[in-house]
């Protein structure tokens, strides 16, 4: 599942969120050269954190009520060598997931993320072996990619959900991708009806 992804800087989710506090449109054009940091999983991400508990009444936007905290990608597991990266919306009742997901959802802004395609591989550049192929994925039309995520401490997982028809071909899988109108959603108590996310557009190109 998804495990690389461009990320913003922080001075750059910082100003996505005092967009989205005031509703000022979304259109991102920053006033410094753009800059491309990848992600993996232990690699440290700026994340869009609500400052209320995610179990309350979906939230209105106001001048405070969202941070930016920088937060290590994956949850530190006795049961799992490395780190768990990915969290199934499915899952959000297990012991594991369930505190995180009710009480303490956020978002990770990306301008693209990366999947592995299931079976279709290329020659190596390096050693000439067949290695499985990436693709690099987008919404049409947005610099910005909301996908939700859950975090716990210093850390944070990705939440995925069933493929939809685009992402399908590639992966069984996708990140939980949500819309700014969503968003009240997701940081409300009702935010598994964003499970389904067939309705999504994305754009695949092989990385």
Sequence with gaps: MCKRCIIFAYDEVLDIVMKLEVGAPLNFNPDWPVRTTEA???????????????????????????????????????WKPGVVFNTRIESATKPTWQESMLHRRCILPVPAFFETHREETYPSPKTG???????????????????????????????????????????????????????????????????????????????
């Excluded at 609500?50 to 597991?77: I, K, M, Y």
Aim: hydrophobic fraction near 40%; charge should be negative.
């Design 40 to 78: 993996y999983p232990k690699s440290v991400a700026p994340l869009i954190v609500p400052a209320f508990d995610t179990a309350a009444s979906a939230p209105v936007f106001a001048p405070g009520s969202l941070g930016v905290r920088e937060l290590s990608w994956g949850f530190e597991e006795s």
């Design 129 to 207: 072996k067949p290695i499985k192929r990436q693709y690099e994925f987008r919404v049409p039309g947005q610099d910005i990619i909301f996908i939700g995520c859950t975090w716990r401490g210093d850390a944070f997982s990705m939440v995925t959900t069933e493929a939809n028809t685009d992402m399908a071909p590639i992966h069984h899988r996708m990140p939980l991708i949500v819309h700014q109108e969503e968003l009240p959603l997701w940081f409300g108590p009702d935010y598994q009806q964003l499970a389904d996310r067939s309705k999504i557009r994305l754009e695949a190109r092989p990385a």
